[in-house]
């Protein structure tokens, strides 16, 4: 096959070279080194910077105690999040309460900033329910397994928050902004793009959040595009820009302003969270099989949390007083997750035939009656044969 | 009582629910200024402005994704699909979403959309305009499915339909939009969405249909009088959920049932109709269930359709058959 | 006469086709590195190069609009839809290009596409991994459904499918990839692909199923002749065109008749074989035809498939009923 | 709703303002004047240059006539081509005889440059067929007409030509091109966009000539997007421009341009030709509900063929009588379409049982055993009932 030539000649204006793009937002280094912005600094405080350390230790946790509880049979599967920690707090706390979130399967990090119980994860990839959350008590959808689809639901929903005058009013409790989750390998799906059009056409207050962990399953990152993903939004006619996504500080500060934008009614934007999948794509999966150890142990040097543990040490925000009492609180939240998730009772299967629709059809209730016999005919040995 | 169109019923039953219902919005390509190719939302952008009736950018999956977006907000999106044969790109959001969200959210989500598709063949189109694909999405759970065949319940059904909770996907026989008219009571409580209905009763034989060949089967009935066979016709009208209760009864009165569609043989609605029927009727039927529909074939070009679509002597022959077991 | 899993002998056969014929390309999400989530291509990429083992970008409308080109350029792409929920957003090129390209172009266009897609249920798995969605597909004119439910079949089916000059949907029970071994001889002439087939003769009554619940209905009719029953059971192997002779001799033997899916009870393949079974075979039925299926419901939640699922005493129960018409 | 703010002082790059671009290729200005450009110019023979005049006056008479037969109930529809000539001509002519053409539904300019015979196109329009032509031998795909999803055949195609090293081998009679006609309302759709991605991921020979005539039935064309829609390739990572669509030789030239690159193996390309529908979107359609005919009027000075007409006579390669000459020949192609339309022998319905796979299936032997006799049912005035 011959390469790529995507600088022209003649078809002028070419579009860079590399797949790889320096011109990442970055506020923290991975050696937990304070850098300026020209765009986007804010001063963080300490209570906030400690919040960021707490909320990524945490929701590490979460995943690590998730992963355990799949290999020890609780749970069907488990989509890791390890890694992405700082790219989902930074995205989930810059969020206003009357924001929402459309996510993917893997937004464990922003769920946990949205309220959900984390144990409302397990029981989902237990196989007890499909999300039992309420999206408008959270004003966090449900885990969309469909790839790409979400981004549409997220446009129109921003769409809907038009209609109803809750952009621009300047009003900071008013103002919505909707977010829509997804990955690098989404990019490649009709939907997403369909997303853009729209999201363009209508100028929707709606901020397209792409973490581009590099991995879609076994596929690097270049099968999908051979430009820096956030380009992409350049030929909608949108901004794109790319934030360092183990930086909690910089996709904070970029995801407020692209928030901000879209509550003021200037459109969508789209934010390409640049990191690391560092587990596997799930339970099931093994990357030994298609990437070399190098690549995850050179991005273990950039670790989410370890650089704002240095930052927050070396400032004196942080002692060992405050690791060990997060760690405490990881502990705690572990134990509980266990002890929930094993409590965790099985679904009513009669549940199949009332929640199809708003109200049972008279077939489906002949179907649960049909199904209620068959039951119960097991009931006292009496065995059928 | 005033007598108008197929696609005028449509038009004032919209243009009613829009303003019974602020949150009514309708969608989809060149439904605003054109008022859609066919014409059954004109004048709706007109009146209720460019934020309830949206022309979309051409991308089905979009219309019906930012739909149900729009839903979760609470909205009521009534969604235009311009032709049967383009609702194929929208198929995954229809399939995987629209249909699924209420049970995946243990029903915490309504999903009240109205996916609006002029359906079925007769008009000399050119490929993809005259496709029946209502079986695919019967057999889809969480999905409602219904087909109009006349002004009268054009009007009532597209109003229940809007204020139905859960997803509908209304069929429209694009066929009859400008060929049929009748009366349409504007002010009378229509009939409830769910049920299928007697349109002419009989005692020999029973005729099952929806949507175009509902007329269809009323010729056949007329002629099939003429030579003194009586023939009962019932308009199926709702698709999803399946009310085969007027059917049983006149199954067990005729014993014999002739099921007629466009959309294809195998697998089409007749198949269904047929193994429940007669699971039902086993011991009244003189006769198996027969079908009439599309050949197993895609839709053929115009020029002969015609010898593609069940037509009144496909439909007489299949009532003889009945005679002959 | 070597013992493999199912799993591994479609890996085998997709192998012997790519040798036979460097025209196949086989194309997909993960299928070459890793070699599918399932390993069904593993091995491939790396004997026969990237350029006919494709890793795609995550796309099914591109996987299965690409590989229609490549087949117009003389390719014969192989496509993996990665899990049968993943098949929707390919759907519009599946039923209106793949399809129909053969019939639109006169005969010019061939189309030898085969469309693997792991389908149903029993593995524990989230949403959208456990479909069933083979009705559509045989609803649809211009496309082959085949499905294979054990090794030998398997290898034998992928290299005949590959081979022909029509696109084929090829159903993989993955909840028997690996749970099954059996003997396959890669030297033997396989049978037909187009035939179904007698898998356990009877006298009684006749079960049909397919893919994933052949395995059921065998279990089913060992219970049933320990209490005496002899129940004869047929692997449909072929859904479209839909083979039916077996069945129809076999319902004019037995006189009664059982279909199992795991697909939705409506206008599931149960309805089609119930309509033309009782058309053919009116006046030998002692029973209407029974269906065992899905029910009409979204797939539920992993920890209670089980109940979901047709199994053993839910396939002896409708067996049952038959006995007692 | 708020107005798009496409410029963003924060986040950079920010896409351009508008909608209308005037960076497009131009060699022939409406006036007929000749301009010169950079990158793209040609020398073009007077004989290339009568050449063009007479394919553009040639497919003008076609669309003319088909639209009468139309109107006489002769066609079922038609789609126009009315002002699309210079487009189609330029890219038609563009191309080498192997390379592959995947047309939409109005490429009848280019089917014309591929030798396909316009009866041909009216026995579609007609419901004889659905194109009858076979497109191995004119190496032109048939009409399409769900919107977009010929561009994923035209990128799998360009993959196969790929796989016979077809591409970048310096053989002028070997390497081969591929090319994807859409519209711009085709922009927005899924297909579409994949079809930009898989042509990016693997480099194909691909050329995505988008002929955008502001329209999409009733929709403008700022309802797809609001940008020139040559820069959505660059969100892609693959060269876009935007060239007169109503200028045949700025056409041709920059086609020719892209077709070599895509045949050299340097991938694809976008190539937006800028242009105007003058007539309906097909004859069922009324545009005068939803346009201006100011607009038609102002796009009527940008006449593709008056501008070449101009040009010739000005200097001096063509007069009056080479004018009547192509005349005439309209004229006899418009006589021959009439009676080879009338003439066009209505299907054999049989047709139907026999052409759905490559061999007739037991059921549908079946299926036309009874329709057989049924339609023999009939005979002798043997009516049923
Ligand atoms: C439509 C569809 N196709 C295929 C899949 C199977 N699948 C699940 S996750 C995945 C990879 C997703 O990659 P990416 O978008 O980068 O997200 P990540 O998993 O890396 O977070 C695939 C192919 C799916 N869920 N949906
Ligand atoms: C998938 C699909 N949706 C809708 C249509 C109906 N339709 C036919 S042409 C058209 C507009 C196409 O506009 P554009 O792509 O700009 O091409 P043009 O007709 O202007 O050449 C539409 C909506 C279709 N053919 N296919
Ligand atoms: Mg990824
Ligand atoms: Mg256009």
Same mark, same amino acid.
């Given at each position: 096959?011959?390469?790529?030539?995507?600088?022209?000649?003649?078809?002028?204006?070419?579009?860079?070279?590399?797949?790889d793009?320096?011109?990442?937002?970055?506020?923290?280094?991975?050696?937990?080194?304070?850098?300026?912005?020209?765009?986007f600094?804010?001063?963080?405080s300490p209570?906030?910077?400690?919040?960021?350390?707490?909320d990524?230790?945490?929701?590490?946790?979460?995943?690590i105690?998730?992963?355990?509880?799949?290999?020890?049979?609780?749970?069907?599967?488990w989509?890791?999040?390890?890694?992405?920690?700082?790219?989902? %707090?930074?995205?989930?706390?810059?969020?206003?309460?009357?924001d929402?979130?459309?996510?993917?399967?893997?937004?464990?990090?922003?769920?946990?900033?949205?309220?959900?119980?984390?144990?409302?994860?397990?029981?989902?990839?237990?196989?007890?329910?499909?999300?039992?959350?309420?999206?408008?008590?959270?004003?966090?959808?449900?885990?969309?397994?469909?790839?790409g689809?979400?981004?549409?639901?997220?446009?129109?929903?921003?769409?809907?928050?038009?209609?109803?005058?809750?952009?621009?009013?300047?009003?900071?409790?008013?103002?919505?902004?909707?977010?829509?989750?997804?990955?690098?390998?989404?990019?490649?799906q009709?939907?997403?793009?369909?997303?853009?059009v729209?999201?363009?056409?209508?100028?929707?207050?709606?901020v397209?959040?792409?973490?581009?962990?590099?991995?879609?399953?076994s596929?690097?990152?270049?099968?999908?595009?051979? %430009?820096?993903?956030?380009?992409?939004a350049?030929?909608?006619?949108f901004?794109? %820009?790319?934030?360092?996504?183990?930086d909690v500080l910089?996709?904070?500060?970029?995801?407020?302003?692209?928030?901000?934008?879209?509550r003021?009614?200037?459109g969508?934007?789209?934010?390409?969270?640049?990191?690391?999948?560092?587990?596997?794509?799930?339970?099931?999966?093994?990357?030994?099989?298609?990437?070399?150890?190098?690549?995850v142990?050179?991005?273990?040097?950039?670790?989410?949390?370890?650089?704002?543990?240095?930052?927050?040490?070396?400032?004196?925000?942080?002692?060992?007083?405050?690791?060990?009492?997060?760690?405490?609180?990881?502990?705690?939240?572990?134990?509980?997750?266990?002890?929930?998730?094993?409590a965790?009772?099985?679904p009513?299967?009669?549940?199949?035939?009332?929640?199809?629709?708003?109200?049972?059809?008279?077939?489906?209730?002949a179907?649960?009656?049909?199904?209620?016999?068959?039951?119960?005919?097991?009931?006292?040995?009496?065995?059928?044969? | 009582?005033?007598?108008?169109?197929?696609?005028?019923?449509?038009?004032?039953?919209?243009?009613?629910?829009?303003?019974?219902?602020?949150?009514?919005?309708?969608?989809?390509?060149?439904?605003?200024t054109?008022?859609?190719?066919?014409?059954?939302t004109?004048?709706l952008?007109k009146?209720?402005g460019d934020?309830?009736?949206?022309?979309?950018p051409?991308?089905?999956?979009?219309?019906?994704?930012?739909?149900?977006?729009?839903?979760?907000?609470?909205?009521?999106?009534?969604?235009?699909?311009?032709?049967?044969?383009?609702?194929?790109?929208?198929?995954?959001?229809?399939?995987?979403?629209?249909?699924?969200?209420?049970?995946?959210?243990?029903?915490?989500?309504?999903?009240?959309?109205?996916?609006?598709i002029?359906?079925?063949?007769?008009?000399g189109?050119?490929?993809?305009?005259?496709?029946?694909?209502?079986?695919?999405?019967?057999?889809?759970?969480?999905?409602?499915?219904?087909?109009?065949?006349?002004?009268?319940?054009?009007?009532?059904?597209?109003q229940?339909?809007i204020?139905?909770?859960?997803?509908?996907?209304?069929?429209?026989?694009?066929r009859?939009?400008?060929?049929?008219?009748?009366?349409?009571?504007?002010?009378?409580?229509?009939?409830?969405?769910?049920?299928?209905?007697?349109?002419?009763?009989?005692?020999?034989?029973?005729?099952?249909?929806?949507?175009?060949?509902?007329?269809?089967?009323l010729?056949a009935?007329?002629?099939?009088?003429?030579?003194?066979?009586?023939?009962?016709?019932?308009?199926?009208?709702?698709?999803?959920?399946?009310?085969?209760?007027?059917?049983?009864?006149?199954?067990?009165?005729?014993?014999?049932?002739?099921?007629?569609?466009?959309?294809?043989?195998?697998?089409?609605?007749g198949?269904e109709?047929?193994?429940?029927?007669?699971?039902?009727?086993?011991?009244?039927?003189?006769?198996?269930?027969?079908?009439?529909?599309?050949?197993?074939?895609?839709?053929?070009?115009?020029?002969?359709?015609?010898?593609?679509?069940?037509?009144?002597?496909?439909v007489?022959?299949?009532?003889?058959?009945?005679?002959?077991?």
């Amino acid at each position: 096959m011959i390469e790529p030539a995507l600088a022209d000649p003649v078809f002028g204006p070419a579009p860079e070279q590399t797949a790889d793009d320096p011109e990442l937002v970055q506020l923290l280094t991975p050696e937990g080194e304070r850098v300026h912005h020209p765009a986007f600094d804010l001063d963080f405080s300490p209570d906030q910077l400690r919040g960021f350390y707490r909320d990524m230790t945490l929701v590490r946790r979460v995943d690590i105690e998730a992963t355990a509880l799949q290999r020890h049979g609780e749970l069907g599967l488990w989509a890791q999040l390890l890694g992405q920690e700082a790219a989902q %707090i930074g995205a989930g706390r810059a969020l206003r309460p009357q924001d929402f979130v459309f996510p993917t399967y893997r937004e464990h990090g922003v769920a946990w900033c949205r309220g959900v119980d984390p144990v409302r994860l397990l029981s989902l990839f237990r196989g007890v329910d499909q999300g039992s959350w309420d999206p408008a008590e959270h004003n966090f959808g449900l885990y969309t397994i469909v790839i790409g689809a979400q981004t549409l639901h997220a446009t129109g929903y921003a769409m809907g928050v038009q209609r109803d005058g809750a952009v621009g009013t300047g009003d900071p409790e008013r103002d919505t902004a909707v977010v829509a989750h997804f990955g690098d390998g989404a990019s490649s799906q009709g939907d997403v793009n369909e997303a853009f059009v729209f999201a363009a056409s209508y100028n929707a207050p709606v901020v397209f959040f792409c973490q581009n962990n590099q991995w879609a399953i076994s596929e690097p990152f270049e099968r999908q595009s051979r %430009i820096p993903l956030y380009r992409r939004a350049h030929g909608f006619g949108f901004p794109g %820009i790319r934030v360092d996504g183990n930086d909690v500080l910089a996709t904070y500060s970029v995801m407020q302003t692209a928030l901000q934008r879209a509550r003021d009614g200037q459109g969508p934007t789209f934010v390409e969270a640049y990191t690391y999948r560092m587990g596997a794509h799930t339970t099931t999966d093994d990357p030994t099989r298609y990437r070399l150890s190098d690549d995850v142990e050179n991005w273990k040097l950039k670790d989410p949390i370890a650089r704002v543990e240095v930052y927050l040490r070396r400032n004196g925000m942080a002692d060992d007083n405050f690791v060990a009492e997060v760690a405490a609180e990881a502990d705690a939240l572990g134990e509980r997750m266990r002890r929930e998730c094993h409590a965790l009772p099985d679904p009513d299967p009669r549940d199949i035939f009332t929640l199809v629709h708003s109200e049972q059809t008279a077939e489906l209730a002949a179907q649960q009656a049909t199904f209620d016999a068959h039951v119960a005919s097991f009931d006292g040995e009496e065995v059928p044969v | 009582m005033t007598t108008m169109t197929l696609a005028k019923a449509l038009n004032n039953g919209l243009r009613r629910a829009m303003e019974d219902d602020e949150k009514v919005l309708v969608m989809g390509e060149d439904v605003g200024t054109l008022g859609g190719v066919f014409r059954i939302t004109d004048g709706l952008q007109k009146d209720f402005g460019d934020d309830r009736v949206i022309d979309t950018p051409l991308a089905e999956s979009g219309i019906v994704g930012t739909a149900v977006g729009l839903a979760m907000r609470g909205y009521r999106p009534v969604v235009e699909i311009q032709f049967d044969g383009f609702v194929y790109p929208a198929y995954d959001q229809i399939v995987c979403q629209v249909a699924k969200l209420h049970y995946r959210s243990g029903g915490r989500i309504k999903m009240p959309m109205v996916i609006r598709i002029p359906f079925g063949g007769g008009i000399g189109a050119v490929e993809h305009h005259s496709e029946s694909p209502e079986a695919q999405f019967v057999h889809t759970p969480g999905l409602k499915v219904v087909a109009c065949s006349n002004p009268a319940d054009a009007y009532g059904m597209i109003q229940q339909a809007i204020r139905s909770d859960d997803p509908v996907i209304f069929l429209e026989p694009k066929r009859l939009y400008y060929s049929v008219k009748g009366e349409v009571d504007e002010t009378a409580v229509p009939a409830p969405l769910w049920q299928s209905r007697v349109v002419r009763p009989g005692t020999d034989a029973t005729l099952v249909a929806y949507g175009p060949t509902v007329s269809t089967c009323l010729d056949a009935a007329t002629v099939a009088a003429e030579e003194g066979r009586s023939i009962e016709v019932i308009d199926l009208r709702t698709l999803s959920p399946l009310d085969l209760v007027p059917v049983l009864e006149s199954v067990r009165r005729t014993g014999r049932l002739v099921v007629v569609h466009e959309a294809h043989m195998t697998l089409g609605m007749g198949a269904e109709i047929a193994a429940r029927v007669t699971e039902e009727c086993f011991h009244s039927l003189e006769s198996p269930v027969l079908r009439v529909g599309g050949y197993d074939t895609p839709y053929p070009p115009a020029r002969i359709e015609e010898s593609y679509l069940p037509d009144l002597d496909r439909v007489l022959d299949a009532v003889d058959r009945t005679f002959g077991f």
